[in-house]
């Protein structure tokens, strides 16, 4: 490998919005087998929006909303932003939390108006041991729609099941079909719950799905996919993406995600869409070939 192509691969791709922080990435990208993508932020824009709330017997919708809101003020998640707006497009008034929690990568819980609010996945749910059953039918039907399911409870039972819709980004399925042709497999990594991540896999055409992953599980999902099929690239956004970015063949973040990922990672993308990806994976089989 001459450092004279690789200085002008780099280049290039600088031009097109991509950075090579180290330069032997540009070799270890035109080797992987699989692009690896986080889901939230990384395929979808990362905003979701609160289209679906159900509420248990005995519970309103009105109520329902200002609690979680108000356990949500105290969070910095996606989620966390997703459930305020909705609260403040109905006009609610959004009461004081306290004792807030947040348990990464399930969910958070907090003291409103004397009562114990917990909002989440359902592992956390099932974990606080919290009956699901009576609002399951409406939690799945969220889910297969590929949108995220969260659960309140209140006071240790089931209060309402919230669906939350985070659309994947315009030149997500474009860049999909173009790491098809260029002959790699590709894999979702997300914490998000397994039918909502198998709905927007399948619409998609991602060939494997990991799911429901903490966030310290995303490095063992990597080692498993690379056993499986060869090298990867990873693509990531954010904090709990860190260890990811930096275990991979190749890490790369998206310049719009946190400074964590960036720090983490081996390329940085200027922009958010995937394009750019696809644009240095072009960029590093090029410039390889002309090596060799
Ligand atoms: P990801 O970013 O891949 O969705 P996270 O680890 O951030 O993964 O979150 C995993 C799951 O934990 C979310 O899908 C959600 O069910 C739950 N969760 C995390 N934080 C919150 C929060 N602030 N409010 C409600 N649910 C949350
Ligand atoms: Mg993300």
Do not use: Y
């Not at 991540?197 to 399948?202: H, Q, T, Y």
């Not at 998206?254 to 964590?260: L, N, R, S």
């Amino acid at each position: 490998a001459t450092p004279t192509s690789i200085m002008v691969g780099t280049g290039r791709a600088a031009e097109l919005g991509v950075l090579f922080r180290k330069g032997d990435a540009l070799q270890a990208l035109q080797g992987a087998k699989v692009v690896a993508l986080d889901k939230t932020g990384t395929l979808t824009a990362g905003r979701p929006a609160l289209t679906a709330l159900s509420v248990a017997t005995g519970h309103d919708r009105a109520t329902a909303l200002a609690f979680a809101a108000a356990v949500e003020t105290k969070s910095e998640h996606p989620i966390a932003r997703a459930i305020l707006r909705a609260a403040e497009e109905d006009g609610l008034d959004v009461p004081e939390a306290q004792d807030f929690e947040s348990h990464t990568g399930l969910g958070v819980t907090a003291t409103v108006e004397g009562r114990a609010v917990l909002i989440g996945a359902e592992r956390f749910l099932v974990q606080r041991g919290i009956d699901p059953a009576p609002l399951r039918a409406e939690a799945d039907r969220i889910a297969s729609e590929g949108r995220t399911p969260l659960w309140l409870a209140v006071d240790g039972a089931v209060a309402a099941a919230i669906g939350v819709d985070d659309p994947v980004k315009a030149s997500t399925p474009a860049a999909i079909r173009a790491f098809h042709d260029l002959g790699l497999e590709v894999a979702m990594i997300t914490g998000d719950a397994a039918t909502t991540a198998r709905a927007v896999a399948d619409r998609l055409g991602i060939d494997h799905v990991v799911a429901e992953v903490m966030p310290a599980g995303k490095v063992d999902a990597l080692h498993q996919l690379r056993a499986d099929h060869g090298a990867i690239a990873f693509v990531g956004d954010g904090i709990n993406d860190a260890p990811a970015l930096a275990e991979a063949d190749v890490g790369i973040a998206i310049g719009t995600g946190t400074d964590v990922a960036i720090e983490a990672a081996d390329v940085v993308l200027m922009a958010g869409e995937l394009d750019a990806v696809v644009r240095a994976l072009a960029i590093s089989k090029a410039t390889i070939r002309n090596i060799r």
